[in-house]
């Protein structure tokens, strides 16, 4: 195993559930990692990890004979090959030593391994994960589990102590008998992932995007159902089929959604409710169990940034991380670091926050992309100073931007490497970016990106939210100048811009600032409805061409249409 100054030691983590992902550690740092999606074009992509390994290998310009270690992990077993549209990198070749880690256990230390802190408990939540029998962490699980049947991980807690990470506590649930009906929960049964799901599926007639109930759930009424959906036993959440009753009018699509809005708002609404009083509920037992001032949170459910605030805003957790790629895309971060910290007794490197872990393609790659698409752009290459000063002066003007500068986002969320930009006050400008540009539905909100020194300003905890997985309320105030970005309630999906890792939007807001008074931006991720984030110029080019987007900024290139 390569150990010199001049010989790195990488790791190299892979997730081959849906939402795939692969990570690249060196010396125990991110160097790069990029979900699968956003090669493929394929929302959700997962399965066959090889081009996902790729792209990091390529990125880091290395093979994978330079990797000391490759840590995967996957929702139950690892798939024969065959299912993998083609052989796996390590199918037949020789390869480095690779391991296999459970899915919770891959969550947990994605969290342990970003987080600020050097110890902490960390709690995931999700939909479903690794079976008990594959479970590499069974210890701590609840007495009288039933037997006989199939049960996976739904909830875990953990205690990480710089170097391991010990179960504290990990349920389980046998798999949901009901998969076909119109409530049918495709995941565990006692789950609070697999409620969501169902109910998502229920309102827009897929699930394609879960998280849509959360943006839907303002817009309805309380009261649609008096039922509870979740109780606790013994410390344990427990799914009260009952629920499901009262859910009789399935939406088959989006018309059928659309024709029936206030209900299925109404329906969001309660189901909201329910998994913030459950996630909170869930929180506390644990805490009290085992106290523990710090937090570090992941697994999907964990992307529910109002339920997350609740967390903070009712005192349930003192200090709280939330891993930014706390889906299954994240599980090959996990996976990595479980590598480095767990496997190889390597120190923990202390994270510096960013998540922006893509690669950059350069002013020449960024050239030749903008020259294959001819006479129907014009471009110009500009001095940083003087490409955020016209980029504020259009945004300024309520001109839509996309904005695509150095590697992408590692996670769900657009945080200003693939952005679509616009000034947050402008009256109808984000009705018009959800129906010219991202072609969706009109009660989809947009979230401020916002300098944090303001944060305290315009929102009333003005918590830091580097991620934009906290949920803050937009002060009256200021409720004109942030029209676009405050949702029905009063809510709004902050993002507080970190200048030490995203320099360059940091800029750009404060150039805004300078021209507006409002140091805020309207930040969408840069795609449209069930498109992945472009990442690459070509595609960012595409989407500009095609959308109703004025201005795009692709690293020092400001571009127009001709
Ligand atoms: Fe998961």
Known sequence: ?????????????????????????RDGK???????????????????????ILYCLETEGITLEDVSLV????????????????????????????????HHLAHAWSAAGTCPFDECAVMVIDGCGSPLAQCI????????????????????????????????????????????????????????????????????????????LMGLAPFGNKGFSGKDVFRFENSRLFVAEEWKSDLDRPAADYAAFQADFQYYADVAHWAQEQVEKAVSELFRLRSEEFPSEKIAYSGGVALNAVANARLLNEGVVRELYIEPAAGDNGLALGCAF????AFLGREKVKHDGNTCFGRSYGQSGIRTALE???DRLTFSEMAEADLLDRTAENLAAGKIVGWFREGAEFGPRALGRRSILAHPGIAGLGDRINAEVKLREDFRPFAPAVLPELAGLYFESGRKSPYMILVDRTREEFRTNLANVTHRNGTARVQTVEKAWNARFFGLIEAFSEKTGIGALLNTSFNRKGMPIVETPAEAISLFLESAIDVLVLDDFFVLKR
């Open 137 to 212: 962490d069974a210890e701590n699980i609840p007495e009288g589990l039933p037997a006989g049947e199939m049960l996976c991980e739904k909830d875990s807690f953990y205690r990480f102590d710089g170097k391991k990470m010990r179960p504290l506590f990990k349920d389980f649930s046998p798999m949901s008998g009901d998969r076909e009906s119109a409530v049918g929960m495709q995941t565990t049964r006692d789950s609070i992932g697999g409620f969501y799901a169902a109910v998502s599926r229920y309102v827009f007639g897929n699930m394609d995007d879960v998280g849509k």
């Open 338 to 341: 479980y590598g480095w910290i």
């Open 30 to 52: 991110i160097c790069v990692a990029i979900e699968k999606e956003r090669i493929t074009r394929r929302k959700h992509d997962g399965g066959n990890d090889t081009e996902a």
């Open 1 to 25: 195993m390569p150990s010199s100054a001049q010989q790195p030691i990488y790791v190299l983590g892979t997730g081959l559930s849906h939402n795939g992902s692969a990570v690249l550690l």
């Open 71 to 102: 840590v995967q992990c996957a929702n139950f077993e690892i798939p024969d090959r065959k299912r993998f549209h083609g052989p796996r990198l390590f199918a037949e070749t020789a390869h480095p030593p690779l391991i296999s880690i459970s």
């Open 372 to 374: 294959a698409f001819g």
